[in-house]
Nanobody, 124 residues
């Protein structure tokens, strides 16, 4: 099975930047064949799809982060990076990485592999 481990979460001030990393191990097929997605969940709210690196086509960004977040892959490390700029208080959440082979899931519940998350807290 694929294991996903997120890292990089921290406490930062409003307007700051942060890079999250999701490292995948146990990958048995080309890393490029996986659809890699970042989700987040704030306290009392539902899971939100933040950004997605598809195995084909361009990246996807949720409306709330478009223009501020950038997703990329490090194929040498089987990792997906989420670069977050101009952070806002509403970005505070636990950020989760998820993966699915061949096709992208339409929801958190449909993801095949999911990490345990990393906490991002934005202070004003």
């Amino acid at each position: 099975d694929v294991q996903l481990v997120e890292s990089g979460g921290a406490l930062v001030q409003t307007g700051g930047s942060l890079n999250l990393s999701c490292s995948a191990s146990g990958v048995t097929r080309s890393f490029s064949s996986y659809c890699m997605t970042w989700y987040r969940q704030a306290i009392g709210k539902e899971v939100e799809l933040v950004s997605r690196s598809k195995n084909f086509g361009g990246p996807y960004y949720g409306d709330s982060v478009r223009g501020r977040f950038t997703i990329s892959r490090d194929y040498a490390k089987n990792a997906v990076i989420l670069q977050m700029n101009n952070l806002k208080a509403e970005d505070t959440a636990v950020y989760y990485c998820a993966a699915r082979a061949a096709t992208c899931s339409t929801s958190w519940g449909g993801e095949t592999y999911r990490g345990k998350g990393t906490q991002v807290t934005i202070s004003s």
